[in-house]
């Protein structure tokens, strides 16, 4: 009877402690560049950024894991996606409300190129024999800017974006990786849509 008292309390306690490894089993490591996102509503507009925040790890980024003169995906893992939940403008040319994949083109010197491609597409689309086809890619952009980098003076470990209202109809988005900081405006057009809603209310 004893005999039989001690295999239960053992094939009992062999199963309470089989759910952890069983557990453990299931579980997977951390995704090396874990998802992230931001959002801000500027005036009438919901702007939201979603991307993969990938870490420098003792790396030198732009020049070497990223190619000056190549355009990136701005991220990792998946697209880059920045969406509007009304019309704005950037760089002079208005953009529908909608999702756009942001793609950056790094320079040694000078001004880097942040592009919006209309169709939400990762840079990868656009390879061609192992180079982007910038030609192709350009076919999809909705509109491209110039940005002046600024230097950091410490290194930012984890790529990230940022928005700000600033003056709650022009909002400001910034990106930050390594030793780089850009920033964009982007005009939700309070002023246009209070002209619009006062015509509509007019008539």
């Known amino acids: 009877?004893?005999?039989i008292t001690y295999c239960l309390m053992a094939i009992a306690m062999m199963l309470v402690l089989a759910v952890p490894f069983e557990t453990m089993a299931q579980m997977q490591a951390p995704a090396p560049s874990p998802a992230a996102s931001v959002s801000q509503v500027v005036g009438f507009?919901?702007?939201?950024?979603?991307?993969?925040?990938p870490a420098v790890r003792g790396r030198k980024i732009f020049g070497e894991t990223e190619k000056y003169g190549t355009p990136w995906r701005a991220g990792a893992n998946q697209a880059t996606i920045i969406e509007f939940s009304t019309g704005v403008n950037i760089g002079g040319?208005?953009?529908?409300?909608?999702?756009?994949?942001?793609?950056?083109t790094p320079q040694e010197s000078g001004d880097w190129t942040i592009h919006f491609n209309s169709k939400g597409n990762m840079v990868f689309a656009y390879m061609k024999e192992?180079?982007?086809?910038?030609?192709?890619?350009?076919?999809?952009?909705?509109?491209?800017?110039?940005?002046?980098?600024e230097k950091l003076s410490q290194t930012q470990e984890r790529?990230?974006?940022?928005?700000?209202a600033e003056d709650n109809k022009v909002a400001k988005v910034t990106f930050?990786?390594?030793n780089v900081k850009l920033s964009?405006?982007?005009?939700?057009?309070?002023?246009?849509k209070m002209e619009s809603m006062k015509?509509?209310?007019s008539l």
């Open 1 to 3: 009877m004893k005999k």
């Open 45 to 53: 507009t919901k702007i939201s950024i979603d991307y993969s925040s």
């Open 93 to 104: 040319t208005n953009l529908r409300p909608g999702k756009y994949s942001i793609f950056m």
């Open 130 to 149: 192992g180079k982007i086809d910038e030609e192709a890619m350009m076919k999809d952009n909705a509109v491209s800017i110039k940005v002046t980098p």
């Open 159 to 164: 790529l990230s974006y940022h928005i700000s």
């Open 176 to 178: 930050a990786w390594e």
């Open 184 to 192: 964009f405006m982007v005009d939700t057009q309070v002023d246009q």
């Open 199 to 201: 015509g509509a209310f």
